[in-house]
């Protein structure tokens, strides 16, 4: 099991998508104000700082 979860992690292409997924749908100022914060229920305050939904 340990091997299989290291082979995903590990493979370039899924963490491009993680990582272009990331980028499309989040800003830079809400990505650094997730990561100041230590609680899960704390991340709501970051959608503030998110890309504007198209209406």
């Given at each position: 099991m340990q091997?299989?979860?290291?082979?995903?992690?590990l493979?370039?292409?899924?963490?491009?998508?993680?990582v272009?997924?990331?980028m499309?749908?989040?800003t830079?100022k809400?990505?650094?104000?997730?990561?100041?914060?230590?609680?899960f229920r704390?991340?709501?305050?970051?959608?503030?700082?998110?890309k504007?939904e198209?209406?």
């Amino acid at each position: 099991m340990q091997q299989i979860m290291l082979k995903q992690i590990l493979q370039p292409d899924i963490s491009k998508a993680i990582v272009l997924r990331c980028m499309s749908e989040k800003t830079l100022k809400q990505v650094q104000c997730e990561l100041k914060k230590e609680k899960f229920r704390d991340l709501i305050e970051c959608k503030k700082f998110g890309k504007e939904e198209s209406k």
